[in-house]
């Protein structure tokens, strides 16, 4: 949710709880529809990593985009292609791979094969996203819908040359 006023006016959170209201002995709650919501909202990682909790009234939070909130995860969702957009997605998969199996890439100079491997998964996952039609928009922000395993499945198949 994007915050439109008070303290955190401009900045996104997520939603954990409603908020009610207790009397002023803290002994029942207000009735009526609750006044808030706690949100979780992400610290500048600059200047105070993590995330802090407050509590938000309800007339100043508005929906956010799926864009707006995977850029506050540090998401990029735009890209200046289709192709741009599979190769990022690539690269982040073969650094994902190397991160959790690493037992399977060479010791000596284990980046030394990720250049052809990043080149052959943009093509497939390329192929996967035209065949699916998320090609559009061409800024590459549908390329996150598309399947992992027509892509591997077209890594796995032996290559037939030009045809």
Known sequence: MRITAGDHEGRIGFVKN???????????????????????????????PGNKREIVPTEALRRTTREETLEVLGLQT??????DACERWAQTLLWWHQDTHPEVWPTENPDGRAPVVTALMTAALFDTVRQRGLDEPD?????????????????????????
């Open 18 to 48: 409603s908020a009610w209201l207790m009397d002023d002995s803290h002994e029942t709650v207000v009735d009526g529809p609750p006044p808030g919501y706690e949100v979780m909202i992400r610290e500048d990682p600059e200047s105070a």
């Open 78 to 83: 735009r890209f200046e292609s289709v192709w």
């Open 139 to 163: 800024d590459g922000s549908s390329v996150h819908l598309a399947p992992l395993l027509p892509m591997a499945d077209t890594l796995g198949r032996p290559y037939r040359g030009s045809q």
